[in-house]
């Protein structure tokens, strides 16, 4: 009957090789999420400083014949206000 020796796939890798290779890892996946919070974060100062570029400009809101020119503040300001007088209008009736 022979004998079979069991051997190991990498026999020289200690506990310290298999720490620093985790710890590199998680340095990488710590670098990676740095990065991606850094873009989102690049995207969502592009998109504020959009909105308040568009809240501070004047739009025309009608038609060429009678225009309504209002800034972004006030558009939002008069859909509020139509907003809380039509819910106060359901709630009465």
């Known amino acids: 009957m022979e004998v079979t020796k069991l051997t190991?796939?990498?026999p020289n890798v200690t506990?310290?090789?298999v720490l620093r290779t985790i710890g590199k890892c998680l340095t990488v996946i710590?670098?990676?999420a740095l990065q991606r919070m850094a873009e989102g974060l690049c995207w969502a100062q592009r998109f504020m400083?959009?909105?308040c570029q568009w809240l501070n400009s004047?739009?025309?809101f009608a038609d060429k014949e009678e225009p309504?020119?209002?800034t972004g503040w006030?558009?939002?300001g008069?859909?509020?206000l139509a907003f809380v007088v039509s819910m106060v209008l359901s709630i009465r009736w």
């Open 8 to 10: 190991t796939t990498a």
């Open 15 to 17: 506990v310290a090789d």
């Open 58 to 60: 004047r739009h025309n």
């Open 49 to 51: 400083l959009r909105a």
């Open 74 to 76: 006030q558009y939002i």
């Open 30 to 32: 710590a670098l990676y």
């Open 78 to 80: 008069f859909a509020m």
């Open 68 to 70: 309504v020119l209002m």
